[in-house]
């Protein structure tokens, strides 16, 4: 397997980290930072019509998450904006973690993790 996609960018006065791939059809991306990246959880999504019945794109996603981990939060929206945006199964896992974050930390990580999904939706749709 080769990385198609790896970026990374500085939010919260540490690096956050993306890389993404090809497994035949399926994505899978690997999200990590902070002062100690680690695999706090891991997201499996896969694209369907949405239940709203006005024919656009959602999608179903499963959790596992290590006990006291909250990563499936960025993990969990990257995984789900891929899905509907590149109509492929995804797996996402990895994990942020930053001591005594706060608000306005856990906020621009939110941010960061836009932009690095928009990154990821460019990079694979090349």
Not at 52 to 60: K, P
Not at 86 to 102: E, Q
């Amino acid at each position: 397997m080769e990385w198609i996609i790896k970026e990374c960018v500085e939010t919260a006065g540490c690096e956050l980290e993306v890389s993404a791939a090809f497994i035949g059809e399926d994505v899978l991306i690997c999200l990590k930072g902070g002062e100690r990246p680690h695999l706090g959880c891991v997201v499996q999504t896969e694209p369907r019509v949405s239940l709203t019945g006005d024919g656009s794109v959602s999608a179903t996603s499963s959790v596992l998450n290590f006990p006291g981990h909250k990563d499936e939060v960025i993990c969990r929206w990257m995984a789900e904006k891929v899905s509907r945006e590149l109509g492929k199964r995804v797996v996402c896992t990895g994990g942020f973690h930053k001591d005594g974050i706060s608000e306005k930390e856990i906020r621009e990580v939110q941010g960061s993790v836009v932009r690095l999904t928009e990154m990821v939706i460019e990079g694979l749709q090349r």
